[in-house]
């Protein structure tokens, strides 16, 4: 009998974080898993997404996005970034980052050639090399400060490089890259003529450090980066809704017409109302993203604490919402062990490091604590977490 699915699906395995998600409800632990905010969305925002359903914005939006919604994008990418980018053909709205990035892989790269990610990574960059056919090269990051060594770096491009995946601040390990390290990226990109495909979705959870300059650069501003990056963006993260499924890439005409492409025959088009509040999102002023950024420092700051006073060695992050932790002191035999205790004995649902590594021996010393929780959340979670001590 033939396979009922292809080789490529027969590869893939269940997403650990949605599955942690799933353990979570059944055993009534605390999830700080997976990603998701459990605290109400922007009000504002949300009437905007009511109203334009109300004014009937309900069919199909311009497949590669509405021009609201691109031109918000645009105006949001020249105050943000700096960066003047032309709605009508430097854009195109997708079904959240995920899609944008798979997107972007199937519009570029050719069967056998290489994608070069760091690890640890973002669980989904594996499967979008499946999809699209890419062979993958992992560079490695190292604790505590999740340092690539430029050697290896250098190792990792060859003739048959296509692309380049960052992802700044970085899930899971909270490193936001430096001007030093993007410009050093950005030059191997020039030298081996390579696309950068850099997913920025926690571009405005930043925190400011009394002595190291925190600053989120985006390697498209980089001097020759312009016309060889495809940054990849959503709604998600930075406005709380991650079930909308909305996002956006910007880059060369070129490029972006290879991605509307793929897209209008994976999905047609992302929620076309939703695309409407998306415009209003990405109009408010710069004050929404401090208060973004402070209360993200609050959790951040009152979950590190917890989590040193209860015995993990903590990688503290300078961006996004998740501390990796080293779980070794705890004397368990491996990171799954570890979460299986954590999930069952004590209530708490984590990631467990390997699903954020090829090889998950790599992993085996760490978890992925989320903090993207309301207060109440993160201080039931703070009471359970007393039980490690
Ligand atoms: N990229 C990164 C680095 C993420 O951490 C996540 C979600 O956790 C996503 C993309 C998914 O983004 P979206 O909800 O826009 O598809």
Not at 48 to 68: F, H, L, M, R, S
Not at 227 to 239: E, M
Not at 243 to 267: C, K, S
Not at 332 to 348: K, N, P, Q, R
Request: with cysteine; hydrophobic share 40%; glycine share 6%.
């Amino acid at each position: 009998m033939k396979n009922r699915v292809s080789r490529k699906v027969m590869r893939f395995k269940e997403s650990v974080i949605r599955e942690m998600s799933r353990k979570a409800a059944r055993l009534q632990a605390i999830n700080l898993a997976q990603g998701f905010p459990d605290f109400p969305a922007p009000a504002d925002i949300k009437q905007a997404a009511c109203g334009a359903i109300e004014a009937d914005i309900n069919q199909y939006a311009v497949t590669w996005g509405a021009k609201n919604f691109r031109d918000a994008i645009a105006a949001k990418t020249k105050w943000h970034l700096g960066l003047e980018i032309d709605p009508e053909t430097e854009v195109v709205v997708t079904c959240g980052a995920t899609e944008g990035m798979i997107a972007a892989m199937m519009a570029i790269v050719d069967p056998g050639e290489e994608v070069i990610v760091f690890e640890p990574f973002y669980e989904n960059y594996w499967p979008d090399t499946i999809l699209s056919d890419a062979a993958i090269r992992y560079v490695t990051m190292h604790p505590p400060e999740w340092n690539f060594n430029p050697d290896e770096l250098r190792a990792a491009f060859n003739e048959k490089t296509k692309a380049i995946i960052i992802n700044t601040p970085h899930n899971p390990t909270g490193k936001v890259f430096s001007h030093e390290e993007l410009r050093l990226i950005a030059d191997l990109c020039i030298e081996y003529d390579v696309i950068a495909l850099t997913d920025e979705i926690y571009e405005h959870i930043l925190y400011p450090d009394p002595v190291r300059d925190i600053r989120h650069i985006s390697i498209a501003t980089l001097d020759g980066m312009r016309d060889r990056t495809i940054t990849i963006n959503s709604l998600s993260k930075t406005y709380a809704v991650t079930g909308w499924r909305v996002g956006y890439a910007f880059g060369a005409p070129d490029l972006i017409h290879g991605m509307r492409q793929v897209h209008d025959f994976l999905t047609v088009g992302a929620a076309a109302p939703l695309q409407e509040a998306g415009a209003y999102a990405l109009a408010r002023p710069p004050e929404y993203y401090d208060h973004l950024q402070k209360d993200y420092q609050r959790r951040r700051d009152f979950l590190l604490g917890v989590l040193e006073e209860v015995g993990f060695k903590c990688h503290k992050p300078d961006g996004a919402y998740y501390i990796l932790t080293d779980i070794t002191d705890f004397g368990f035999v491996d990171e799954i062990a570890f979460t299986d205790h954590l999930i069952s004995d004590i209530g708490v649902a984590v990631v467990p490091g390997s699903s954020f590594y090829r090889n998950p021996q790599m992993g085996a010393h760490h978890v992925r604590f989320c903090f993207c929780k309301k207060d109440e959340t993160l201080h039931a979670a703070a009471e359970r977490l007393q039980k490690l001590r």
